[in-house]
Nanobody, 125 residues
Framework: QVRLVESGGGLVQAGGSLRLSCAVSGYPFSLHTMGWFRQAPGKEREFVAAISTAANTLYADSVKGRFTISRDDAKNTVYLQMNSLKPEDTAVYYC???????????????????WGQGTQVTVSS
């Protein structure tokens, strides 16, 4: 059974930092691109960042230069370091696995097939 468990969310002041983690089990983690997405109240889920098996990365323009995605294949874990947080970063953050092995980084939501339960990030002004 595939399981993705996010952690590290919380409440932080604007300008602060958080580090999200996503532990994956029951899945060939090292063979798949991993992504982070977020969904704010009343809005659609949107792409945040992705990292391929070759550690190539892709970021949404809104987080470029502030967020860093990384992965540890030995721990089956993907991370999202979030710095210089803004109130507009407030959302539930989800990690997800790309459905196809060894595909380059993609931002397309429909290409991800397994999702975690999400972790809330709230940035106060």
């Amino acid at each position: 059974q595939v399981r993705l468990v996010e952690s590290g969310g919380g409440l932080v002041q604007a300008g602060g930092s958080l580090r999200l983690s996503c532990a994956v089990s029951g899945y060939p983690f090292s063979l798949h691109t991993m992504g982070w997405f977020r969904q704010a109240p009343g809005k659609e889920r949107e792409f945040v960042a992705a990292i391929s098996t070759a550690a190539n990365t892709l970021y949404a323009d809104s987080v470029k230069g502030r967020f860093t995605i990384s992965r540890d294949d030995a721990k089956n874990t993907v991370y999202l370091q979030m710095n210089s947080l803004k109130p507009e970063d407030t959302a539930v953050y989800y990690c997800a696995t790309d459905s196809r092995p060894l595909r380059p980084v993609t931002s397309r939501t429909y290409e991800y097939d397994h999702w975690g339960q999400g972790t809330q990030v709230t940035v106060s002004s």
